[in-house]
């Protein structure tokens, strides 16, 4: 049985749906990460499960109880707010151990596991700390801290590294993850950063308007996006109107190769940029190179051909070639991807 | 746990329809219901001790043998002496208004951004004009002004029985109202605002006139609507420093009802300032809502340094000087005249206060005991105005339609409500059982609370509203239930404005005179009250012990002040 | 409105405030309870009586009394004008002359003739017909001088009406607005007692070209302006006349010490116009046997003794002994200007208006 289900939830803002007749499962143990542009109904999803926010339509289940009517402090769930959320009246030990004091614990254990979850976010005796004069990173570990210390069986992320800088944000991801795996944590996180997405999650949830998008494990969903807008919203440009028949595709990039059983007829393609090889002019697409990006271990070129979409390729560092240069494409069929829908 | 509730669905309809619908409606009506519930304590207390009252006095004034004399309104204010008090409480009010903010806004300045020692005290004692009656100020005022006052001494000028008198005393008054009101608010607006536009190429001028002038301007506004409403109801500055000559609306109210007994005139009049004062507040509201918007505000601390410049020093030490003249003095010269005894100065005065009662009853009241009162009296007063105000400010916490918004003004009303209005409304109205107060001692504080709350709910409401809702969600999802999240998150953050708004009501039913004077009460006078006596009667030892006792007074106003400076919040309202 | 409806508002107001046990023992209910042993007296801000006193009536008569006051006399009546039908308490005391017949009018009082009437002069009983009200005390109010200032500049110190309009006084008098102040009201109505209907408006206007000034309050006048007062040297006052009571002379020296050989103002007799102070029994008075012993106490000697110095009046019972401060220093007024109390009620409004138009524009 599934921890978390939602069943066909609706929440209207006016006119607007946030979220429209959306159903999603978390299993017990599972961390799942829903991902999606700003105003797709990400934080909404998380209200609602929390209690915060009413749903128009549909239902919420935790651990296969119906949530209707049961408030927000009864649901026993966690929410680590995107700015945190700290209160500022306490200190740092009153802010962790609060969700241990609503829950009436007794004062020895709460201060016992305080200082446990402390250590365990690596702040060991900031008990007496004021919130006030921790840096973004401490606060974080203060809100997760917060958000664990009841052992809620949801914990629910919104946005989690949003506004802490790169390096401590990859560092911070990897140890979450190993933290939540290392306790056992339900987790539903929401996030616009598809790398914190993909490095923290078993599945991945996309969301637009409101509505799934794609939904399947992070390998899954980054090998085979379901539709040209989760191919673009994971940062995937190289998409083309075709015309499939066989193991071919006509497009206005000539021929392209496409993995054995894809279904004939016009299908829109995705070509992963390291899937675009570079090759000598006469020996396929001309194109000139228009702009490098380097990411670090590769660089990414920007080619135009002489009709249709600017293309994007992924290249070793030595062998990116120059702006202005003239290169030849091919195509290779594993990182050919057909995709669905809009 | 999760419990399994009755209205869970067990028809197996779908989900969808009118199960959310019915359920969405029955969390609107239970959130109605707590709103309603706060509210009834504050609309039961206006109720049963404003709005009845006070209606009760008008239409009996507009009733006659049964039946409305609707044609008295029109009788009275086509009447030409009606008319010429009208105009004068208009336009002195106008006139007041632009006088206090001239030599105020710079005071608001100063004590916003700049960093001078002493500044806390000073800006207590700015406030202490506020809260002292005028009974006590007059007097002092006349030492200033007057014959044989300083300007008199130093140059020959004399203003009492001038209309300059009355101006200058509502500055005096109103001075910390300006000062509190927009410098609260520009000691937090962020400098680096003023800096971004004066790197993006706007001069200094230019600067403070494009981003700091447009963020004051609501304050200011708000400010100087305070002000206009409390020198438009001014009655103890006018009668005392005025002469005969003067009269406001307030003046004349007091005059139809509390001497003549004409009831129709006093209702019409009553009326009247009821209109005027009910346009005035909806305009405040209106800018104190657009003031609310979102201003880029940060740490009082971090925005105030020491004046630098020849032109800064000149700035501060001309803010000084006006603070000197027109506030400092007339409080030292009561303070003085307090020790100046018949045989030289010394604490003869105070002496008398002490042993008085041993001379067999000559003395007006026990002073000492007058002191007790007070303290008695305003502690009760803060104690319902803490409640009533506190919980009005709860319910208007979450900004909601008209009616709330109709709320908040009606809490105000009383500030421009004549004090003989509503002492006389209580004596016809609580006059049977189970509301039989007349002869109870709560009578004072219930009036006294009457002017409290408005500043109560006026410091608190900001601070409420401030507090930013998904900290009580956070507190909920950690499992704390509503009430629990307002105890938890809510109150420890509004204990600081709590405090300020009950001292501040302290203070100011410390110094209440109008409404006690008005109600019949056991023999229990306040300090003002036996001011009033004391100055009432011939002797020297009478008026030395009135001024005396008005020191006391002073001392208690500022010391509660001066706490209030202590625990000041960083958004504390207008107050 | 109705009193069910006021009934019912009172009563959810108290539980809405749980006030439930203050508006049990707020009032009312105590008299029941006490079994009508509490009397209680209603009057002005200026009612005071030594603690000694009113506790000797409390053991001989076996009632409590509670006292009530509030604000001015003037506001004091008009507030028990407005309560008639639920009286505040049982006696009235402080409705004067010039405003007797309002209250009589409104039949604020019950008919009561007290003990020891008899002792008081035929002049002071403006009701000896029905004896609704009792005169209790009297008080003249008369322009009183600054002795230092008439020794200095050599000029005898004026001593009746007509003196005040002579040259030689010119700019040396404040009074106070009748509209505003009662000692004001009572110097107008000693002119109109003098003068007359057709003459006092004149009077006032050469008054006026005398250069009289006219301050709100008595306390204004006599603390500020007034040159003779203690309060006045100390606010440098400059003005040596003033229109105050008979009996400010000797408050002046109260408590000076050594004692002087006179006071340092005096008072110009024949400017004197005289209040009459009254106590009645409220109509409607819950306890009307303690109520007609608090009257009897009133006139008692005990309480006509202390009267002087607790409240600078006169005792209206003539076997009242006047302390040695009031024969030292006081002045005899021996004639001073009355006017009838129907009269004041009739013309009261009018002679205000008409006054305020002379003096004030």
Same mark, same amino acid.
């Given at each position: 049985m599934s921890l978390l289900r939602l069943d066909g939830v609706t929440v209207r803002f006016g006119e607007r749906a946030a979220l429209d007749a959306v159903d999603l499962e978390v299993a017990e143990h599972e961390t799942v990460c829903v991902l999606g542009p700003s105003g797709s109904g990400k934080s909404t999803l998380l209200r609602v499960v929390a209690g915060l926010q009413r749903a128009d339509a549909g239902r919420v289940f935790l651990s296969g109880n119906d949530q209707g009517g049961v408030p927000t402090h009864r649901r026993e769930v966690g929410l680590m707010f995107q700015d945190h959320q700290l209160f500022p009246q306490r200190d740092v030990g009153g802010n962790v151990g609060f969700g241990l004091r609503m829950r009436k614990t007794g004062r020895a254990e709460a201060e016992r596991r305080v200082a446990e979850l402390l250590d365990m976010v690596g702040l060991p005796g900031a008990q007496r700390r004021s919130v006030a004069a921790l840096s973004g990173g401490e606060q974080q570990r203060v809100a997760l801290a917060r958000a664990l210390a009841p052992r809620p069986r949801l914990l629910m992320l919104d946005e989690p590294l949003g506004q802490l800088d790169r390096s401590l944000r990859e560092r911070l991801v990897v140890e979450l993850r190993?933290?939540?795996?290392?306790?056992?944590?339900?987790?539903?996180?929401?996030?616009?950063?598809?790398?914190?997405?993909?490095?923290?999650?078993?599945?991945?949830?996309?969301?637009?308007?409101?509505?799934?998008?794609?939904?399947?494990?992070?390998?899954?969903?980054?090998?085979?996006?379901?539709?040209?807008?989760?191919?673009?919203?994971?940062?995937?440009?190289?998409?083309?109107?075709?015309?499939?028949?066989?193991?071919?595709?006509?497009?206005?990039?000539?021929?392209?190769?496409?993995?054995?059983?894809?279904?004939e007829g016009r299908r829109r393609l995705l070509v992963r940029p390291a899937g675009v090889r570079l090759a000598p002019v006469v020996d396929g697409l001309p194109c000139t190179v228009t702009g490098r990006t380097f990411r670090g271990d590769h660089v990414v070129v920007l080619l135009r051909p002489a009709d249709g979409p600017e293309l994007e390729a992924a290249c070793g560092l030595r062998d990116a070639p120059d702006v202005g240069d003239r290169v030849g494409v091919v195509f290779r069929a594993d990182d050919v991807v057909v995709l669905g829908g809009s | 746990m999760v419990l399994d509730r009755p209205e869970v669905d067990v028809t197996g309809k779908p989900p969808q329809g009118p199960r959310t619908a019915s359920g969405r409606s029955r969390q609107h009506l239970r959130r109605t219901a707590v709103r309603l519930g706060l509210m009834a304590v504050p609309l039961a207390f206006f109720g049963v001790f404003f709005a009845y009252p006070v209606t009760a006095i008008v239409s009996r004034g507009l009733k006659d043998g049964g039946h409305w004399q609707f044609g008295r309104v029109g009788e009275v204010v086509i009447d030409p002496a009606i008319g010429h008090v009208l105009w004068f409480t208009t336009w002195q009010a106008l006139a007041s208004t632009a006088l206090t903010l001239a030599l105020a806004l710079p005071g608001a300045y100063v004590f916003a951004r700049f960093d001078f020692p002493g500044k806390q005290l000073l800006r207590a004692v700015v406030t202490v004009p506020f809260v002292l009656p005028t009974v006590v100020v007059g007097s002092a005022f006349l030492?200033?002004?007057?014959?044989?006052?300083?300007?008199?001494?130093?140059?020959?000028?004399?203003?009492?029985?001038?209309?300059?008198?009355?101006?200058?005393?509502?500055?005096?008054?109103?001075?910390?109202?300006?000062?509190?009101?927009?410098?609260?608010?520009?000691?937090?607006?962020?400098?680096?605002?003023?800096?971004?536009?004066?790197?993006?190429?706007?001069?200094?001028?230019?600067?403070?006139r494009r981003v700091t002038l447009p963020a004051l301007t609501p304050a200011v506004a708000a400010a100087a609507l305070m002000v206009f409403l409390f020198t438009f109801t001014s009655f103890g500055v006018v009668q005392i420093l005025g002469g005969p000559r003067y009269s406001t609306l307030e003046v004349e109210i007091y005059q139809q009802t509390a001497q003549l007994l004409d009831l129709p005139t006093a209702a019409v009049l009553t009326l009247v300032q009821f209109v005027a004062v009910a346009v005035l507040l909806v305009v405040h509201g209106r800018t104190v809502r657009r003031r609310e918007s979102a201003l880029k505000l940060v740490d009082a601390a971090r925005t105030a340094r020491r004046p630098r410049g020849a032109a800064q020093w000149a700035l501060l030490g001309s803010v000084l000087a006006v603070v000197a003249l027109l506030v400092l003095v007339p409080l030292v010269v009561l303070t003085l005249r307090s020790f100046d005894g018949p045989d030289g100065y010394g604490l003869a005065f105070y002496r008398a206060l002490a042993s008085a009662g041993d001379n067999g009853g000559t003395f007006v009241v026990a002073p000492l005991e007058a002191i007790g009162n007070s303290l008695a009296y305003a502690l009760a007063a803060t104690g319902i105005a803490v409640v009533v105000g506190g919980l009005a400010a709860a319910a208007l916490t979450r900004r909601a339609g008209r009616l709330v918004r109709g709320f908040d003004a009606l809490l105000m009303l009383p500030l421009g409500t004549s004090a003989v209005t509503v002492g006389f409304g209580f004596l016809i109205t609580l006059d049977e059982p189970p509301l039989d107060l007349r002869t109870s001692w709560i009578l004072v504080p219930l009036a006294q609370a009457l002017v409290g709350v408005p500043f109560v709910v006026r410091t608190m409401l900001p601070v409420l509203r401030a507090v930013d809702a998904r900290l009580r969600e956070a507190a909920a999802v950690l499992g704390a239930s509503p009430l629990r999240a307002w105890r938890e998150v809510d109150l420890p953050l509004v204990g600081r404005a709590l405090a300020v708004a009950a001292g501040f009501a302290f203070a100011v039913s410390l110094g209440e005179f109008g409404a006690t004077v008005f109600i019949a009460r056991p023999d229990s006078p306040t300090l003002p009250v036996a001011v009033a006596r004391l100055l009432g009667r011939p002797g020297e030892l009478n008026y030395g012990q009135a001024m005396a006792l008005s020191t006391i007074l002073m001392l208690v106003c500022a010391a509660a002040l001066l706490v209030l400076e202590r625990v000041r919040t960083d958004r504390s309202g207008e107050f | 409105m109705n009193t069910n409806l006021r009934r019912a508002l009172g009563a959810a107001a108290a539980v809405a405030l749980g006030l439930p046990a203050l508006a049990a023992c707020g009032s009312g209910g105590s008299e029941a309870a006490d079994g009508g042993k509490t009397v209680t007296l209603v009057s002005h801000d200026s009612f005071q009586v030594s603690d000694g006193v009113l506790k000797e009536f409390e053991k001989q008569s076996g009632y409590t009394v509670k006292v009530l006051k509030s604000g001015d006399a003037g506001t004091a009546v008009n507030q028990a004008i407005l309560s008639a039908k639920h009286p505040q308490?049982?006696?009235?005391?402080?409705?004067?002359?010039?405003?007797?017949?309002?209250?009589?009018?409104?039949?604020?009082?019950?008919?009561?003739?007290?003990?020891?009437?008899?002792?008081?002069?035929?002049?002071?009983?403006?009701?000896?017909?029905q004896h609704r009200v009792t005169p209790i005390d009297s008080g003249d109010i008369c322009v009183n001088y600054d002795r230092a200032y008439f020794a200095d500049h050599k000029l005898a110190p004026p001593q009746s009406f007509d003196d005040l309009i002579k040259p030689e006084y010119k700019n040396l008098l404040v009074t106070e607005n009748s509209a505003t102040s009662s000692p004001g009201l009572a110097f107008q109505l000693g002119s109109i007692a003098k003068y007359g209907d057709d003459g006092w408006q004149d009077y006032w206007k050469k008054l006026k070209a005398n250069g009289v000034e006219v301050v709100d309050g008595w306390?204004?006048?006599?603390?500020?302006?007034?040159?003779?007062?203690?309060?006045?040297?100390?606010?440098?006052?400059? %003005?040596?006349?003033?229109?105050?009571?008979?009996?400010?002379?000797?408050?002046?020296?109260?408590?000076?010490?050594?004692?002087?050989?006179?006071?340092?103002?005096?008072?110009?007799?024949?400017?004197?116009?005289?209040?009459?102070?009254?106590?009645?029994?409220?109509?409607?008075?819950?306890?009307?046997?303690?109520?007609?012993?608090?009257?009897?106490?009133?006139?008692?000697?005990?309480?006509?003794?202390?009267?002087?110095?607790?409240?600078?009046?006169?005792?209206?019972?003539?076997?009242?002994?006047?302390?040695?401060?009031?024969?030292?220093?006081?002045?005899?007024?021996?004639?001073?200007?009355?006017?009838?109390?129907?009269?004041?009620?009739?013309?009261?409004?009018?002679?205000?208006?008409?006054?305020?138009?002379?003096?004030? %524009?």
């Open positions: 190993e933290l939540f795996g290392r306790l056992g944590t339900t987790v539903l996180a929401v996030t616009h950063d598809q790398g914190e997405a993909f490095a923290l999650a078993d599945r991945v949830v996309v969301m637009r308007d409101g509505r799934i998008a794609q939904a399947g494990t992070s390998l899954e969903v980054w090998q085979r996006p379901a539709s040209e807008f989760v191919a673009r919203f994971l940062g995937f440009d190289n998409v083309v109107e075709a015309t499939v028949s066989g193991e071919r595709a006509d497009t206005v990039w000539g021929k392209v190769p496409v993995p054995a059983g894809t279904p | 030492a200033l002004l007057g014959r044989g006052g300083l300007l008199d001494e130093l140059w020959g000028v004399r203003l009492d029985t001038t209309v300059w008198a009355i101006l200058l005393a509502h500055v005096f008054f109103n001075y910390a109202v300006v000062v509190r009101t927009v410098g609260g608010l520009w000691a937090q607006l962020d400098p680096r605002q003023e800096e971004a536009a004066r790197v993006l190429g706007a001069g200094r001028l230019a600067a403070w | 308490g049982d006696v009235f005391f402080g409705v004067d002359n010039t405003l007797l017949s309002r209250a009589l009018d409104k039949d604020l009082f019950t008919p009561y003739e007290a003990k020891g009437l008899d002792r008081v002069p035929k002049a002071l009983q403006a009701d000896a017909a306390e204004q006048a006599y603390n500020q302006r007034f040159s003779g007062s203690a309060a006045g040297r100390k606010t440098k006052g400059d %003005k040596p006349l003033v229109v105050s009571y008979a009996s400010s002379p000797p408050a002046e020296v109260m408590d000076v010490k050594p004692e002087p050989k006179e006071a340092p103002t005096g008072v110009a007799t024949g400017t004197c116009f005289r209040q009459i102070e009254f106590a009645g029994l409220l109509s409607g008075a819950k306890n009307t046997e303690g109520g007609k012993a608090l009257i009897d106490f009133l006139l008692s000697k005990k309480f006509q003794e202390d009267m002087p110095l607790t409240m600078f009046v006169n005792p209206a019972a003539q076997d009242a002994a006047l302390p040695g401060l009031f024969t030292k220093y006081g002045a005899k007024v021996t004639d001073p200007a009355t006017l009838a109390p129907e009269k004041i009620a009739k013309n009261r409004d009018q002679w205000i208006k008409a006054w305020s138009s002379i003096v004030l %524009k």
